[in-house]
């Protein structure tokens, strides 16, 4: 099962997703991160779009996925609701290939929050549990 957090660190807002699976902890830090910016619940899945990544460790993933993120928000002008991910091992580096949902940005339907400047390796830490399950967390610039 899929969870998310914000906690609380100095001036900024750090993010944490936990899931039964690695591939739900990306998921679920992923959209802890849109709803820094906006609020994830009134994202409807209009769009689909392919994800692509990979890295040299589970760090790099994690950070390539969700630059990829913000760039599609930045750029596209896409917030999302929910994603898809599959992360596999090969020729000694992880590539993460799925889907991300959402829609184009409205902010009078979205309620912006806060600006997302950029994804940094800040607190960032990828974690098996004691109870089994996964964890992934980082301070994002804000």
Do not use: C
Request: hydrophobic letters at 40%; zero cysteines; glycine letters at 8%.
């Amino acid at each position: 099962m899929r969870q998310w957090e914000h906690y609380e660190h100095t001036a900024d807002i750090g993010i944490r997703g936990y899931g039964d699976t690695l591939e739900e902890a990306f998921e679920a830090v992923a959209l802890a991160l849109f709803d820094v910016i906006v609020n994830v619940r009134k994202i409807e899945k209009k769009v689909e779009i392919d994800i692509e990544v990979e890295g040299e460790d589970l760090e790099s993933l994690l950070y390539s996925f969700l630059e990829e993120l913000l760039y599609l928000h930045d750029i596209e002008g896409l917030v999302f609701g929910d994603f898809k991910v599959k992360i596999e091992q090969k020729d000694g580096k992880y590539i993460l290939r799925g889907k991300a949902y959402g829609e184009k940005f409205d902010p009078e339907k979205h309620e912006p929050k806060e600006e997302v400047k950029a994804i940094t390796y800040h607190d960032m830490k990828i974690e098996r549990l004691p109870d089994g399950r996964w964890m992934a967390q980082l301070v994002p610039d804000i």
